[in-house]
């Protein structure tokens, strides 16, 4: 059996891949699974249904011209809606029939009890024409940033290349038509592939890879090792064996991950272009795309520093140590700060209110520069062991 | 020098240790930028209690008018002009009727929380005899200080000690392994009682870190953050607050509490709980021979005693749930509410107390039949 396939089988470890299963089940089901049931169930978002029936009859914008079809389904949703309330005992003993008798009985008895059956129970199509409202509104709304107001305001504390930035897409918005994907909350997608597997990735690299380079220093195998054939060039073998088990856990991970969130449905909006403030105008499949390689490349980059910390650690105890430090540093902060780029680019100091610019591509140069650490430590490493002695 | 001495200087003598310690207590410090917006105010409250006292009443309103006029004084002035008692008009049975409703599928867990809400009206009864809620603590900004004191800074210290503690007592069980001086040691009496003093040595480990690591953050909050005029307070002011599903309750302590007993209880609750946690280390160390593998069942362990309480409240597995709401992880969790009614996670009046003295006995008891099970093991498989 070649050396690397001999590598391979040390790295995966029954032991360590069922804790590696077993926490990452577990940090989904605490951090994803709640986004990935309610898209699932259509609960708290807009009816994937009726997304896709605008979709198909107004395209991926809605323009001045269709916003009559607009109004026809909003129309519709709010007759459904009716339905509901006919249904439900104390909506028909307060005499509220229709959507905006609800609005008024709210708002004027201070009664929430109808409100919050209407929103939490999830019987209703509720969020539907809650969405189809507030995208409505926005397709109407000319924002004037001259004009004294909240977003004017805020607007002010933008970098000029933001502001820029907003001028065109809205001047392309009001050509086009806004982007149909406003409707959708996809801030949901954003925390999902930018910071939860991310992490993931990287407690999983790390946890698989933390042991492997341990193990023969505590065995003192070295001298073994440079003593046969193969010589010093055995630590370019257990690397690769390491990058490859990393490689695999990253696509493992993402595979699950993707095929998790596109069956909830939301992959019948992939060629949209998103709604959000974006630099480089892309459909959500492109820039889902993106966040998926940035997590792939984090936990490449993760992959090469526990290596690395895997190959100058004597024990496993000080590893762990080391290896709670490090997904600490790459998994949590370095994710979360990064998600802080995407998609638009800005950093706002700590108790600040001014945004500093930073450009574009930051958020790859932020990861590319962590993947170069990693491997180029380790391509350190292999250099250096050449002419250590023993 | 004693066995212990020796396992300790084996434990200082591992650098990553103190890089470690020393990256922690930097971090802890660096926290404190979080509520800094809030330091004018506070020290505005703190003069003002440390000149009229803490007890809000009309001197101190008289008193308060006179200090010299500030926007910060303004602020302070108008929030305490407004002040009530509120435990005198405190509707606790609705958040008893609240969490019966969400839990209406397990009678055990609704007579639970009945029982506890009974308890807790008999403390807002005393506590509006008392007039606690018209202390000032730190005025408008009490919750913002006390949740950062004790549900965000302690919560890391004691998060941070845990894990210290626990990778400490791994090391020491693992040390033997590393030198490859087991067998030697395993093949007489004596050496086999070695385990003992490990043990030992990493719960003394782990309290030491953790009273290094609290020490340092208290000292660096304590000399920006002037207290001297608010140690006295109640805990229980109108002032202070917390949250559970969102709801915001009065911080209601199941006994008088004021700022610097309940700071005290808390660090020796907090100080118990780190040795549990260590000594969950430990049985997991001695069980489980491989020093990584050990680690990670314990990261199994106790990202479950979150996770499962998670999964068990989504279910609806109330009777489970009531349970597992003892275990070190969730208690530990729910550090900026000991003492209080809590919210959800709590069943029964001090269940933090009752939870971490339990699980104490449970893994002292599992300590020891670990290590008497090691004593007779086979340590050549």
Known sequence: MSLFWQEIKKIWRPGILTAILVLSGMLYYVQSFDYVERMMNEEYVISFSVLEELFQRCGPAVDRSEWPILQEVIDREKKVFAGYLAENPDAVAAGVTTWEELEAYTKESGDLSLDRWAYRSKTTNCYTVFKLEQFQEWCKTVTDWSKEGWEAWMFGFYPPQWQQRILELEERWAEEGKPLLYALDTSYLELYFAKHLPMTNVLCVILLLSPALVRDRLRRMRSLQWSSRRGRKVLRTQLAAGFASAGVLVAVNTAVYTAIMLSTGVNSFLDCPISGRNWFGWTMGQYILSLIVLAALTGLAAAGLTLFLSCHTGNYAAMLFKAILLHLAVGWWFTVEIMQFSPFGSLRPWGGSDFIFVPPAAVYICVGALLAAGWGLCLWTCVRQRRREL | MTLLGYEWRKLARMPVLWAVLALCAIFNCTQMLEIAPYIDLFNEAGEAASQLGQRVDGDFLTGLRQREQTACRDT????????????????????????????????????????????????????????????????????????????????????????????????????????????????????????????????????????????????????????????????????????????????????????????????????????????????????????YLAGLVLMVLCTSGYAVGVALAELGWWELFVVFTFNPVLLLLEVNAWFTEVGMNTFIPWQETVGTVGGLALLSGGTALALRRFRRKDVLV
């Open chain 2, 76 to 291: 302070l002035l108008e929030a305490v002009e407004g002040m009530d008692n509120v435990f005198e008009t405190l509707d606790i049975q609705m958040l008893s009727a609240y969490y019966e409703k969400y839990m209406d599928s397990s009678p055990l867990a609704q007579s639970l929380m009945a029982w506890k809400y009974d308890m807790a009206e008999e403390r807002a009864a005393h506590l509006a005899r008392t007039g606690a809620a018209m202390d000032l603590y730190a005025g408008p900004v009490t919750t913002q200080v006390h949740q950062f004191l004790f549900g965000n800074l302690l919560l890391k210290v004691l998060m941070e000690s845990a894990v210290l503690g626990m990778l400490s007592i791994l090391y020491l069980l693992g040390y033997e392994d590393i030198q490859h001086t087991t067998h030697a040691v395993c093949a007489t009496r004596t050496g086999r009682k070695l385990w003992w003093p490990k043990v030992l040595a990493g719960v003394g480990a782990a309290v030491g870190l953790y009273a290094v690591l609290a020490g340092s953050a208290l000292a660096a909050f304590f000399t920006v953050w002037d207290f001297s005029g608010i140690w006295s307070a109640s805990v229980s002011s109108q002032f202070n607050c917390h949250t559970d599903l969102l709801i915001i309750r009065p911080f209601m302590t199941w006994a008088d509490f004021s700022v610097a007993g309940y700071l005290a209880a808390v660090l020796l609750l907090g100080g118990v709980l780190v040795i549990v946690l260590a000594l969950l280390a430990a049985v997991a160390g001695l069980l489980v021979r491989n020093v």
